[in-house]
């Protein structure tokens, strides 16, 4: 009950927003759910089974690419193009963490970051398909289901991003909450018992990986639809390592901070940008230092900041545990 | 009485180092079991091999005639032998109530649930507070696992392997590296449990005073070698054993 109230709140700030905020706060806003759902996503391995990914660029673009090329060559609503997407993304993201599961560690790393750039190099290569590295350009978000023209404008658009983002965010939490969610948090603790207790730890890994690239590709779909443009860019190899960081920095394992992560990167980003070109060189101090000073990121910052989440409670698995137990 | 493991003629080799030599040996049901030996003799290749850690290389297991020889790890865990290892391994960052706890969702058919699922977390949940009951640990249920002191970490391993209701505990050394004030507190506690529930136990241990107070029959190894396999009575007297023991090092 307490999840549907916060869930309807949710909805209602983001309708509040779209209403009083002027234009470009909106397609700002827009792009930080888009990143946030990214990073969101990301987190769901990394903060949650601890299968660090330096290839989850290879989620959005995945995502990214199938989303344009069916916008560009069907007339299928944009909401059935994103739900074909996010499809097609999983269904290769099982082949992809079937592989990597057979790695722990470095290596895991390691084959994400190779399959990340085996897409990037499809990308480039497969020009007839892809338009290679000039990128599929002149897409257009036009109707919604039945005609519907809401999706077309900016404020339709951005009530969408923020639906799929509080929807992603509280559909994660349900699964955290869920015994797949626990068997996850042990497989972060301490895999080798996980087993020992009689589970086969590599399932699991695969499924939350499978459910982290479905995120990742409709974050990266909706990107298409946002910019209206696909370029191999959202492959490279950076944009992997800028997720990793957006949750590092707002603090991996709680869902949100990651959000908050992305945000205060394209904040970062957009108005340091606007002085110097040397913004990567301060992100990066930032990154250092937090990673130094706030352990559990900004978000674990926040909480103890200003006592969120009753007093002690810091990250989202110990608020849950509390919830459970009262 | 039935047997509850059966041993035949294992064998397992590492590289040119025969760790166990054709060992053949039962554990009845309700029976402690223990497996002691001097340093090397193989009494943790056997453990292991038991629960699926090592694989054999020659011979075979069965767990009340069914085979159990090449399976793995988790899928004998789920046939109904739960076990504990030598250094504790915990979820450090769990409280003790949620470590117990997942052990206990691991054994049931809803373990995987990713959406809802409170059924299985709420009979798991009531499950960890019987083991932990069992234990007398209910007053750290809601304690960090890493900041309980190692008697109490030990004890929740032991709690843990007890919620997912096995039909075999095997115990890897219970008390290892622990004083002898809390080795005593421990064997009270596994007395009680015992006392109170009839299991299989089979157990590796260092500690003969351990080993004399809760084993019923005692298997002694000896470079790869079962050398006897008795009550406590019979091992005590054996003169095999003693040389092993005593005289073993040549």
Known sequence: ???????????????????????????????????????????????????????????????????????????????????????????????????????????????????????????????????????????????????????????????????????????????????????????RDNEKKVTALGLNTRYYKISVIVVSYALGGLAGALYVAFAKFASP????????????????????????????????YMLVEYQLGVYTDAWALILGSIFILSVIFMPKGIWGLVSRLGGLGRGSAESLEEKVAYEDRH | MKTAIECIAVS????????????????????????????????????????????????????????????????????????????????????????????????LSGRWFPIGGRKVLAEAGRRANEALERLSLKHIADTPASELSHGDQRLLEVAMAVAQRPDVLMLDEPTQGLSIDETHEIIGRLRALLKEQSLTVVLVEHDMDVVFELADRIAVLHRGYLIADGTVGEVRGNALVQEAYLGGVD
């Open chain 2, 12 to 107: 397992r080799n590492f590289g040119a180092l025969a760790a166990l030599k054709d060992v053949s040996f039962k554990v009845m049901e309700g029976e402690v079991r223990a497996l002691i030996g001097p340093n090397g003799a193989g009494k943790t290749t056997l453990f292991n091999v038991i629960n699926g850690t090592i694989k054999l290389s020659s011979g075979k297991v069965r767990h009340r005639g069914d085979d159990l020889t090449g399976l793995r790890g988790e899928h004998i865990c789920q046939k109904g032998i739960s076990r504990t290892f030598q250094l504790t391994s915990l979820f450090p960052q769990m409280t003790s109530f949620e470590n117990v706890s997942l052990a206990a969702q691991a054994k």
């Open chain 1, 233 to 264: 860019d959202l492959v490279y190899w950076p944009v992997s390592g800028q997720v990793l960081i957006m949750v590092i920095l707002g603090g991996s394992g709680t869902l949100l901070g990651p959000v908050i992560g992305a945000a205060f």
């Open chain 1, 1 to 187: 009950m307490n999840l549907l109230y916060q869930f309807i709140a949710a909805l209602l700030v983001l309708l509040l927003s779209s209403q009083v905020l002027p234009p470009f706060a909106v397609t700002l806003l827009t792009e930080v759910c888009i990143l946030g759902l990214f990073a969101m996503s990301l987190d769901l391995m990394v903060g949650f089974a601890k299968l660090v990914s330096f290839g989850h660029a290879a989620a959005y673009g995945l995502g990214a690419y199938s989303c344009a090329l069916l916008l560009l060559h069907t007339d299928i609503p944009l909401p059935l193009a994103l739900a074909l997407a996010v499809v097609f993304t999983a269904v290769v993201a099982v082949g992809i963490a079937w592989v990597c599961t057979m790695a722990t560690g470095i290596s895991f790393a390691m084959l994400t970051l190779a399959f990340g750039q085996l897409f990037y190099a499809i990308v480039v290569k497969w020009a007839s398909v892809t338009n290679g590295s000039d990128g599929l350009v002149g897409i257009s978000r036009t109707a919604g289901p039945f005609g519907w023209q809401g999706l077309a404008s900016r404020d339709g658009f951005y009530l969408f991003c923020g639906v799929c983002l509080i929807a992603a965010y509280f559909a994660c939490r349900l699964l955290i909450m869920s015994p797949f969610g626990r068997v996850l948090i042990g497989i």
